[in-house]
Every structure is written in C-alpha cells, then in structure tokens.
C-alpha cells in the first residue's frame, strides 16, 4: 500500500546512455514533482505537474523530459546520460499546490 | 529570493537529551514552513509544518516547531531524543496564495547523530 512508489530504485548505467525512472501515486493527488538531491544530500525541484500540466519547470537541461500520462504518474526521461546526473531523484506528491508533499524512496542514478 | 538556513550541519547529542535544530527563511511574506527527516536510504517524511494560527507547531514522533516572524525561524525541537531518532533534517519553505505552484525550497539539511 505504499503512497508513493518509484522504479528502480537503483539504476547504474553509463555515459551516453538513455534511462527512465518511474513515479506512481495511489493517494488520489493532483500534484506531482521531481527533485534531485546531489551527493552533498541537497534537494531541488526539477519539475512539478498539476493535473497532468507542467507547472514547474526549473533550469534543468533539455536532456531531462517529464512525462505524466495521468494524474497517477509522472515518468522522467532522461537522454544521453552524463556523469554530472549521478545522484538521487525523489518523486513526490500532494493533494494540491497547497498541502504537504509526499516523497517517494528515490532512485539512486549512478552514472559509470 | 527565497532561501532556508540551516546553520547547523551536523550535531549530535546523548540520547535522552533536548535537541533544537535551527531554521531560518528569507522570504518577503509569511510563508509556508516544514520540516522533514530522511532517515538512510529512505525518502522524506513529514515532521510537522505551519500554515498559519499558532506559531508553536505540533509534529509527529514528538517533535515540535516554533515561527517566529521576527526572527525569520522555524527551529525544530524535541525534549528527548531516541536513539531512533539519528537522520538527516531539512527545513523547507514555499511560497502561498495565489501565486504558489508548490515549489518547495529547502536548506542545506542537519544531520542528527545521537550517542548511547
């Protein structure tokens, strides 16, 4: 039953390559979001969707595509992998702009 | 713009004693204020957080916060620490009203280590 779920929750790839990290929520939210913790544990946003459209969109390189084909779920896509990516991406949610959010467990993206 | 202070990167402190861990925001408003722990591995948990009304906030695991508008702070505390306790701690803030999209904004963290 858990609220928010991410997939893999490890993902070791190399450079160049292409990879996805899936986000789903079962809490009945509207709001969706992606932040990326570096190696010094800081958090910022990357993306947030309301309702299926991107509210948030940070300075985050083009290689970086959100994608939320409902209000459940909302999948980053990220191209050509560099080792700058390595890091922890959280995938969280909340009822609206306005209440709490809640955090998945993360993905740890190691970039070889 | 809007920031969060942790002045304090890690601190421990012998189980069974008071903890206060320090938060302080810039902002030109009142702002939305939380705190959440992250234990290893994990992801973020919701301690506790103030909208508005009384500025002494009740959490979970027997934590609590005070805003304090004059001092731009919302210090976390607890008057004892478990064991259990030992994770990181981030303050955040983000802006409301009409204008609010959510974005959370969160400082550097404080690690609580806590001894035997």
């Known amino acids: 039953d858990t609220a928010v779920s991410q997939t893999p929750k490890y993902l070791v790839t190399q450079m160049g390559n292409d990879k996805s990290i899936k986000c789903e929520q079962n809490l009945g939210h509207d709001t969706m979001y992606w932040y990326k913790q570096d190696s010094k544990k800081f958090l910022k946003i990357m993306f947030s969707y309301n309702n299926k459209e991107l509210i948030i969109n940070e300075t985050v390189p083009n290689r970086f595509s959100p994608k939320s084909p409902d209000k459940a779920h909302l999948n980053l896509h990220i191209n050509s992998l560099e080792l700058g990516d390595s890091a922890v991406y959280f995938c969280?949610?909340?009822?609206?702009?306005?209440?709490?959010?809640?955090f998945g467990d993360g993905t740890r993206l190691s970039i070889l | 713009a809007q920031s969060v202070t942790q002045p304090d990167i890690h601190i421990t402190v012998s189980e069974g004693a008071s903890l206060e861990l320090r938060c302080n925001y810039s902002y030109g408003a009142t702002p939305y204020l939380f705190w959440y722990v992250q234990s290893p591995g994990q992801g973020l948990q919701l301690l506790l957080k103030?909208?508005?009304?009384?500025?002494l906030v009740q959490g979970i695991k027997g934590f609590e916060a005070e805003f304090k508008r004059s001092q731009s702070s919302f210090n976390l505390r607890k008057p004892s620490v478990h064991w259990s306790d030992a994770a990181e701690y981030f303050c955040a803030v983000a802006q409301h009203g009409s204008s609010n999209t959510g974005k959370l904004i969160f400082g550097q963290g404080t690690t609580l280590q806590v001894k035997p």
């Open positions: 969280a949610s909340s009822q609206d702009v306005n209440q709490p959010q809640h």
């Open positions: 103030y909208f508005s009304g009384d500025t």
